[in-house]
């Protein structure tokens, strides 16, 4: 009888400390994932995919792979794991392109604050400034621009049109920016040249900053590379070895595999977050 009290009193503790823990932030840190992944999309260059769509397509490339190195080397367990590393390569195309993106981005974005400062200086409306950024700024970020006088001809909204540009810009410096623009738009302001242009300088030396920190700590993020693939190499070439992997056939090598991977899995990340800086997040969605 008192074992069930005790019972009884646990579940009761729990219940009230599970209270305190609404379901709302696991609903909000999936939807978090989702909109990352969109943002990441859009940052490559592939904003007609859909997270949905990626995920499908590891999947599938995930098991041709699985099939073929399974026929290849005689062994499923051996076919299984190379077919989870290759389910990671469309995620990792996309986080090398968004990447690729956002240092190029990062040096480009004074020349957009530095462009959008003239307009304002010459007299033109915010609108028509942040349009002429289509014309006359950087050339791998005008199509987000364009697109932008293209809304803004085809409706009339401002704000609406500037909420657009966020989502096709996918960025937390340009997330930054349309925010100034939409404040000085609604509640007025003289300044805002002065703003913009201490924004740019504020911009160059960020960049300057993390460009050279992210030069000293590549070879950390190389050398975790490096040490990934070097077992995983030996392996796939042990599956041309006719009945070489066998043994991993078996619970004790599967085992092993199992274990080498989650291993893997979990020194890369140590590796990586040691050796690369955070990503700025998108605090003004």
């Known amino acids: 009888m008192g ?3 005790g019972l009884v009193a646990g579940l009761g503790v729990f219940m009230v400390w599970w209270s305190f823990w609404a379901p709302e932030p696991a609903v909000r840190e999936s939807r978090g994932w989702h909109t990352r992944l969109a943002d990441r999309l859009v940052q490559a260059g592939a904003g007609a995919v859909t997270p949905g769509a990626l995920i499908a397509a590891a999947v599938g490339v995930g098991l041709v792979v699985a099939l073929l190195v399974s026929a290849l080397a ?3 367990v051996v076919g299984l794991g190379f077919g989870v590393i290759a389910a990671r390569g469309p995620f990792a195309l996309v986080d090398a392109r968004a990447r690729r993106h956002g240092v190029e981005a990062r040096r480009l974005w004074p020349d957009v604050v530095d462009s959008l400062a003239s307009g304002v200086r010459a007299g033109l409306t915010l609108p028509e400034a942040v349009a002429q950024v289509g014309t006359r700024g950087p050339e791998p970020l005008r199509e987000p621009f364009v697109l932008f006088a293209e809304d803004y001809r ?5 704000q609406d049109c500037l909420d657009l540009l966020k989502a096709r810009l996918a960025d937390p410096v340009a997330d930054r920016i349309v925010e100034t623009l939409r404040l000085t738009r609604e509640v007025g302001g003289t300044d805002l040249g002065g703003t913009l242009r201490t924004l740019a300088e504020f911009l160059r030396a960020d960049a300057r900053v993390r460009g050279e920190i992210e030069a000293r700590q590549s070879w950390t993020v190389n050398a975790a590379r490096l040490a990934v693939a070097a077992p995983w190499v030996v392996l796939g070439m042990l599956a041309f070895r006719g009945q070489s992997l066998a043994a991993y056939n078996s619970t004790a090598g599967a085992t092993v595999l199992i274990v080498g991977g989650l291993a ?4 890369y990340r140590l590796m990586v977050k ?3 800086l955070s990503a700025e997040e998108r605090v003004l969605r």
């Open 3 to 5: 074992a069930l009290w």
């Open 74 to 76: 005689g062994s499923f």
């Open 154 to 158: 085809a409706s009339g909204r401002f």
């Open 264 to 267: 893997t899995v979990v020194a």
């Open 274 to 276: 040691a050796g690369r």
